[in-house]
């Protein structure tokens, strides 16, 4: 035996197995410890520690990146998903995750640098495995009857009875056993499948820390802490008299023995009973209780890079590839088999909350009167139908996906859209544009929706459309130039209800639209999950529709498929009163609506972080500038910080409305000669590393929103009287977010976009590339206030100044970085000890 091989071999590996000590049964086999395994995502990180170990040994201590190690991770969830569709037992296969050979060489000499997933022959001899594909290292997880063997070319180690069918019965989902459900896995021997190139997530080097994918429940931060801050974020924005009334209330309230505490307990308490003690409040105040219309006010869109439809045939071909790689996704959602996500930026490296992904198609807003309810599938079992709802020319269709036990493959889907779009020409059978019921107020959806169902046609179609997995708008094209602009409107509101405006059923998570001119987009409802999790998804399905159609060789449709269902409605005239108002509301809508699109050229990421700052915090110390430059004045800022690295978290807010961002935006307009460049930059310096220093407090579950949030839900809770602390002028004030800002970034060439959340506000998503930035500002026309298009060029104005600031006179790029602890931050970056 090498030696090499030998050291291998023999390398400890508690938590897995014992080496020699017990014999297991009949076939003479090392018996295996029993491993304790957190859950699955602790048990893949655990298996790609051991991996690497195994690996960096036998290479002689060479360590790797953290973007090979999340592609071993990438892999070893591939593995479950298979395992858990049956796909092992179903071909007398195995899969198994091989670490090729070349990896020992510099990653420039070996382009295709990567682990794949083989699937060797049966009877897993490990020799054979290892000379037959040249591994290293070879781990199979699920159980078997081969010893852990050398081979003359590497080494296997089994690592069996890594999970036990009762403690994790997720990975033993029951599946029909047909191989067309898994397409990309059901290839023949001498196959391999490559794993997916890195995305935008997977380039992060990751810190490697055992069990880190257990994540920590969401933290509650000391209530002195939250209220120093919360006086500190309004004190630059309020009167000097509004200052000391506010002031004297926090007092009142922390008092020692007062209503604070108190209130601070019972969070306390309410921590250590809940997974995340904010989230459900979060979710009522953020979406739930919120009476507005969806469209604009809620539901952000997405537009998607322009594909090139010569014919409708084009469009109905798109459109199958997209539900194809939308139902090979959900394979891997339904084994909760998604790879870990890993922060970047601030945090790097720290394993993400996975959550939000599976809810994408799994969940429904359910419109109420008081509030409205996210209803989430739970179940991780594959339900007996599946169905996609189609919307073309405002009509709804069930599109079944599996038919007779079989999932439909490309072409199949392509006859099945065909179809509709005949069955949809047809104008004697069209029902009323019963989506637009959809786009209304909340509480005036709840009440039609109370008619609508009073109809048992009516509720077989809401039900049908409740519990499909999405919907797939088939637009008719838009007749305008399809500028950034024009396609922006177009998926936001489908721009009026005699174009495509009825063509949408707002409370489905998913909508992705597919129009005949080429115009693709999605628009999302966004209570189950944040815009990140959205765009992953979508560069996901993007990237399989592109590859696909490179790779993918048609196969025939097999049977003949029974036609797609029509959905029908049955409207009296209170139905299409509501319709009428509905109408009518949305056309004012999208009139009111103030959308620009800006892609700010010469500067990105790129020169940024030349610059030595947080791309991040620098666009935010120049929207600050934007808005002064516009109002003379800052205003109380949102701006998303993900929690995710907590269990269930969403997001808090960063306030960016600092102090030092306000000193800055008045040294950068006031035209004083006393403010020298030298100043203006200090000053910039300041603003930036303020901001960042809110970020880490906001990401780390220490910011001051979502406590305050739960402080006054826990007095209503106890039905107490509310506070003053939460009646009075300053605090509304500071929840009316004149500025509402998010960091959305693609890889690709498209964007998001979201509206204002209050009357006289601007909405601004943008989207940091290399060299460049796209922000999407949104207002509303009726207010006199503010303006989109003005405000776009503030942030042209404001950000050409500060490059040119900081090209002039930034000597701290040259220098190197000095920090120390975590919320102290020197040249825009925080340090990490
Ligand atoms: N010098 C050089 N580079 C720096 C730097 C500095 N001083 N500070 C940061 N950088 C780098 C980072 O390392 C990172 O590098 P990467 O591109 O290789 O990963 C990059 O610049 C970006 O970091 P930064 O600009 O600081 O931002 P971030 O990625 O940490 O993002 C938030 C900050 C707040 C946007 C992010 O934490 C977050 O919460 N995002 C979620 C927002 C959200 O939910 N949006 C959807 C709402 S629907």
Request: charged letters at 25%; a positive charge.
């Amino acid at each position: 035996m090498e030696n090499r091989t030998r050291e291998l071999f023999s390398l400890p590996i508690p938590f897995i197995r014992t080496p020699g000590k017990q014999r297991n049964g009949g076939n003479g086999q090392n018996k295996t410890t029993k491993a304790m395994w957190g859950n699955v995502d602790s048990f893949i990180h655990a298996a790609a520690e051991w991996v690497l170990e195994c690996i960096v040994r036998y290479d002689g201590g060479k360590s790797f990146d953290g973007g090979f190690q999340r592609e071993i991770k990438n892999n070893i969830s591939k593995i479950i998903w298979a395992d858990s569709r049956g796909f092992s037992s179903t071909i007398n296969r195995f899969p198994a995750l091989c670490v090729p050979r070349k990896h020992n060489l510099p990653k420039s000499e070996c382009p295709s640098y990567e682990p794949y997933l083989a699937t060797p022959t049966a009877q897993p001899q490990t020799t054979l495995l290892a000379s037959v594909l040249k591994v290293d290292v070879a781990l199979r997880l699920s159980g078997g009857c081969d010893a852990g063997r050398i081979g003359k070319e590497g080494g296997f180690c089994r690592f069996k009875e890594e999970y036990n069918r009762a403690r994790y019965p997720e990975l033993f989902t029951p599946v029909r056993r047909v191989s067309v459900i898994l397409p990309m896995l059901t290839c023949g021997r001498d196959e391999t499948m490559i794993v997916p190139r890195k995305s935008n997530q997977d380039s992060v080097r990751p810190k490697a820390r055992r069990n880190s994918y257990v994540l920590p429940t969401y933290p509650l931060p000391p209530l002195q802490d939250t209220l120093d801050t919360y006086l500190n974020c309004l004190k630059h924005l309020v009167t000097e008299d509004q200052y000391k009334t506010t002031k004297a209330i926090v007092e009142n309230f922390a008092a020692c023995g007062g209503i604070g505490e108190l209130l601070q307990e019972h969070l306390a308490k309410r921590k250590e009973n809940k997974v995340n003690w904010v989230y459900d409040w979060w979710l009522d105040n953020m979406y739930l209780c919120n009476p507005l219309a969806l469209p604009v006010n809620s539901s952000p869109g997405m537009v998607f890079p322009r594909q090139n439809f010569q014919d409708e045939g084009d469009q109905l071909r798109f459109s199958a590839r997209l539900i194809c790689g939308i139902l090979d996704y959900k394979v891997v959602l339904d084994a909760r088999a998604l790879p870990v996500d890993f922060a970047r930026g601030q945090l790097t490296g720290r394993a993400l909350c996975m959550e939000q992904y599976y809810r994408l198609f799994s969940s429904y807003r359910l419109p109420g009167q008081q509030k409205d309810t996210l209803v989430t599938q739970k179940s991780n079992v594959m339900p007996e139908v599946e169905h996609v709802i189609v919307a073309c020319r405002n009509q709804f269709f069930v599109l079944e996906v599996v038919i007779n036990f079989r999932r439909l493959n490309e072409t199949d889907l392509f006859t099945q859209l065909r179809k509709i779009v005949k069955m949809a020409e047809n104008e004697e059978e069209r029902s009323p544009p019963i989506g637009l019921l959809t786009s209304d107020d909340r509480p005036k959806w709840a009440e039609a929706r109370t008619v609508v169902v009073r109809d048992s046609t009516n509720r077989d179609s809401l039900d049908a459309i409740e519990r499909c997995i999405f919907l797939l708008c088939l637009d008719e094209p838009s007749d305008v130039e399809q500028t950034d602009l024009n396609m922006a409107l177009q998926i936001m509101h489908g721009a009026g209800w005699h174009k495509n405006g009825a063509n949408r059923w707002y409370d489905k998570t998913m909508q992705f639209i597919v129009g005949k001119d080429g115009l693709c987009g999605l628009v999302y409802e966004h209570s189950p999950a944040e815009g990140i999790a959205v765009v992953q998804c979508v560069e996901h399905l993007l990237c399989y529709i592109k590859e696909t159609s490179r790779k993918l060789v048609r196969a025939d449709s097999h049977c003949e498929l029974p036609s797609p269902r029509r959905l029908r409605w049955k409207c009296d005239p209170e139905i299409h009163r509501y319709l009428t108002s509905a109408a009518g509301k949305l056309q004012r809508l999208i009139e009111n609506t103030d959308l620009n699109i800006y892609r700010l050229k010469g500067l990105g990421k790129d020169f940024i972080k030349r610059q030595k700052m947080s791309p991040d915090a620098f666009i935010q110390v120049g929207l600050q500038l934007s808005f002064y430059r516009c109002h003379g004045r800052l205003v109380h800022t949102y701006e998303s910080a993900s929690v995710r690295c907590f269990q269930d978290g969403r997001v808090d807010n960063i306030r960016s409305a600092t102090k030092e961002a306000l000193d800055f935006a008045k040294a950068m307009i006031d035209r004083r000669a006393s403010i020298t460049d030298s100043k203006k930059m200090e000053l910039l310096w300041a603003a930036i590393n303020a901001q960042i220093n809110y970020t880490v407090r906001a990401i780390t579950g220490m910011a001051i929103d979502n406590h305050l949030l739960g402080l006054r839900e826990m007095a209503k809770e106890l039905q107490m009287d509310l506070p003053k602390l939460f009646t009075e002028k300053t605090y509304l004030m500071s929840n009316n977010f004149i500025l509402s800002t998010s960091q959305v970034p693609t890889t690709m060439d498209g964007f998001l976009f979201y509206g204002p959340v209050v009357p006289d506000g601007y909405g601004v998503a943008y989207n940091p590339h290399l060299d460049h930035i796209i922000f999407c500002i949104s207002s509303f026309n009726n207010c006199k206030k503010t303006s989109s298009t003005m405000f776009a060029k503030a942030v042209e104005k404001s950000f050409k100044e500060m490059k040119d600031l900081c090209v002039k006179c930034n000597t701290k790029a040259k220098q190197c970085f000095l920090g120390n602890g975590t919320h102290n931050v020197q040249n825009g970056r925080r340090s990490h000890q």
